[in-house]
């Protein structure tokens, strides 16, 4: 027994050369300038709007999609051409012994056109395919969209909840260093042994190692929060802690309609097949002739002309008869391609439905959690005064005290995670359908 205690108190002796320098260094990495500019949720995001680069990748991908659409109609157009060629030859001819040997040049110069008449609309489904392509490429933006908009509110309520967590833990600390003072005056007095104010020394270091690790989870929340902006971590910040915790009447089949009709990833997929379906068509005139215009004035000037003109204007009906398969495996390929399309549409049709359902079902859970939480921390509250109370009164132990107070600080983090958990999963919903 004299051994033990021994090690109790050697141990803290240590602890206290620790608690010295421990608060500098906590105030030296986490101190907060006094009047920092606050952020609230709308100016985060609208942040995340301008600067994230997801976004403007999103954009640029638009951009090229409608580009692409002037590509396809520039078949409506004609083609202007202008040509020169130049040629160079010798001639020899013999008869018996006599040789006659000449050279001639030719330099020609053309301007011409050609013009798509009809091609069974070929064109015209080419224009439509490159429709389709911009939708998807929209859809596609607005899904990056949405997905920004939901890490930034997922990262900026993360940071909230660390922040309560940093507070939760300083009350903690301040409890166990209060019990600590108390525990020494009892020691002093005799009415408490040694082994008391040494369990309340590993108390307060393991308070303040949890402090000192929360304090680092704000940092980490902030940076988790800022990638999802896409700037730089700021310094001198606050957030707004603009907790809403009202609750959301929704009727799940209406959901289920909303999310069906306005999903961006589900779109997409629509969007696709009807891409693919034009596709199909438009494969399926690569079987018909072309007919095309063309007009072309030249310029001779050579050996045998002069600045000769000439010109002429004809038609071209060009009819495939056989390109080696190529027409028909083309076709081959893009009905395969369409029936895997409409198969994911289904597969995201039910992805959309499983993950709303999901969603909701995580709202209704953090809506009763709140209430549960909140009476456990009533209750564990209540447990750690009468705890602290029997103490300072002499009549309770030290191992009462330390789980109370463990069992309250729990239920405080259990209440602000429930809080958290109610307001982002509110937010899962709504990207779940869609909404921003």
């Known amino acids: 027994m004299y051994c033990q205690t021994r090690e109790f ?3 803290g002796e240590s602890m206290k050369k620790y608690l010295i320098f421990l608060p500098f260094i ?3 990495f986490f101190h907060l300038e006094a009047g920092a500019e606050e952020w609230n949720l709308k100016i985060c995001l609208d942040m995340g709007l301008k600067h994230n ?46 040789y006659n040997v000449g050279s001639s040049d030719l330099t020609s110069y053309y301007v011409g056109l050609s013009q798509n008449i009809y091609d069974f609309g070929r064109r015209e489904y080419k224009v439509q395919a490159a429709k389709e392509d911009l939708k998807a490429y929209q859809w596609t933006g607005r899904d990056t969209r949405l997905s920004v908009l939901d890490a930034i509110r997922q990262s900026y309520y993360g940071v909230l909840l660390a922040e309560r967590v940093v507070k939760v833990r300083r009350e903690d600390l301040q409890r166990t260093q209060e019990h600590l003072k108390q525990a020494q005056g009892f020691y002093q007095v005799g009415l408490k042994a040694k082994i008391d ?8 270091i393991t308070a303040q190692k949890a402090l000192l690790q929360a304090e680092n989870n704000i940092q980490t929340a902030w940076v988790t929060l800022t990638a999802a902006m896409g700037i730089d971590f700021p310094r001198g910040i606050t957030l707004k802690d603009d907790l809403d915790l009202q609750p959301v009447n929704w009727d799940l089949e209406s959901l289920q ?3 069906l009709e306005k999903d961006p990833v589900l779109n997409r997929y629509r969007t696709l097949v009807s891409y693919w379906e034009i596709g199909e068509k438009q494969a399926q005139r690569e079987f018909w002739p072309t007919l095309n215009g063309t007009a072309r004035y030249a310029i001779n ?8 003109e000439s010109w002429n204007v004809g038609l071209q009906l060009n009819i495939p008869l056989f390109s080696g398969f190529l027409k028909k495996n083309k076709l081959a390929e893009i009905r395969a391609v369409l029936d895997q399309a409409k198969a994911n549409l289904e597969m995201q049709r039910l992805s959309v439905i499983n993950n709303l359902q999901n969603q909701y079902l995580n709202y209704r859970l953090a809506e009763k959690q709140i209430e549960v ?28 005290v330390t789980d109370a107070r463990s069992s309250f600080f729990q239920a405080e983090t259990d209440y602000d995670q429930a809080v958290y958990s109610f307001i982002t999963s509110r937010y899962k919903v709504e990207r779940a359908l869609g909404r921003e």
Do not use: C, W
């Not at 104010?197 to 307060?204: L, M, R, S």
């Open 53 to 98: 680069p997801a976004l403007r990748a999103a954009t640029k991908g638009i951009e090229g999609a409608e580009a692409r659409i002037k590509q396809s109609q520039a078949a409506y157009y004609p083609y202007l051409f202008a040509e020169t060629d130049y040629s160079h030859g010798e001639s020899t001819s013999s008869k018996k012994t006599t």
């Open 257 to 259: 309609k909303e999310a």
């Open 301 to 308: 000037d050579g050996t045998n002309y002069s600045n000769d």
């Open 9 to 11: 108190i050697t141990l």
């Open 373 to 400: 939480a909140k009476e456990s921390l009533r209750r564990a509250k209540e447990n750690l005064e009468l705890a602290e109370g029997r103490y300072k009164a002499g009549v309770g132990n030290m191992l009462d």
């Open 26 to 28: 906590l105030s030296f």
């Open 197 to 204: 104010v040494t369990q309340a020394e590993v108390a307060v």
